[in-house]
């Protein structure tokens, strides 16, 4: 089945250390995108990527990193400068716009299942 | 910049009751809008869409109404079930430019038998 899977799903970190957390998607698709889940907001964008070796920031992209390298990958690094690290992190995946069938209307975004982040 | 408004949560319902979950958006332009659902420990799941106004987007009894006039697209369903509880995100994205969704901070919604 094709899919979006993130490991692992809860993830112990000390401060002060980078963290990479893994997203892989099967399901050939161009853009894929790193959302940061805290209680009682919504989700904000960290990163997203179009294309394969080219990514852009998002909202809240100060402390973190990513890379493409392949189409089907798209890792997340949290670094020692991202101050509140602890969070729920989704990533999610789309087929590329201008790629849609009929009108070009929206490319549904498929989510993975989120990793748990937790800096002690 | 763009926004997306929802109310204040927790909701708690009994079964069979109804449902109306409010959304409010401010946009510099056209956008499409949607509602999303996660489920207990569970990513987001597309629950239902619409991309122009007057549309109305409609999935496992849930609807919205894209409301041009009032900013709009409330959440519905007119008997909700135990299953149904989860959290639910309004967001709008725009069609051509920017694959950016903005996200409504969401409105858990509980439903006791």
């Known amino acids: 089945d094709g899919g979006i899977t993130q490991s692992p799903k809860y993830l112990f970190r000390k401060e002060g250390q980078n963290v990479t957390l893994s997203c892989e998607q099967n399901?050939?698709?161009?853009?894929m995108y790193w959302y940061r889940q805290d209680p009682g907001q919504g989700l904000r964008l960290i990163y997203y990527?179009?294309?394969?070796?080219?990514?852009q920031k998002g909202d809240i992209a100060e402390g973190y990193s990513v890379s493409r390298e392949k189409k089907e990958s798209f890792p997340l690094t949290v670094t020692s400068a991202q101050k509140n690290p602890t969070a729920f992190y989704l990533c999610?995946?789309?087929?590329?716009?201008?790629?849609?069938?009929?009108?070009?209307?929206?490319?549904?975004?498929?989510f993975g299942p989120g990793t748990r982040l937790t800096v002690l | 910049g763009d926004s997306v408004t929802q109310m204040e949560g927790p909701v708690t319902l009994s079964e069979e009751a109804f449902l109306t979950i409010n959304c409010t958006y401010t946009?510099?332009?056209?956008?499409?809008l949607f509602w999303y659902v996660q489920y207990p420990g569970e990513g987001l799941q597309l629950l239902l869409k619409?991309?122009?106004?007057?549309d109305k987007g409609s999935n496992k009894g849930f609807e919205a109404t894209y409301r041009k006039e009032t900013t709009s697209f409330h959440l519905e369903k007119g008997s909700v079930q135990v299953s149904d509880s989860a959290v639910y995100f309004c967001?709008?994205?725009?069609?051509?430019?920017?694959?950016?969704?903005?996200f409504g901070t969401g409105t858990r919604l509980t439903i006791i038998p």
């Open positions: 990527s179009q294309i394969v070796n080219d990514f």
């Open positions: 999610a995946s789309s087929i590329a716009q201008g790629k849609a069938s009929g009108r070009g209307s929206y490319n549904e975004q498929f």
């Open positions: 946009a510099t332009g056209y956008p499409s």
């Open positions: 619409a991309t122009k106004a007057d």
């Open positions: 399901l050939n698709h161009d853009a």
């Open positions: 967001a709008l994205r725009y069609n051509f430019g920017n694959e950016k969704l903005t």
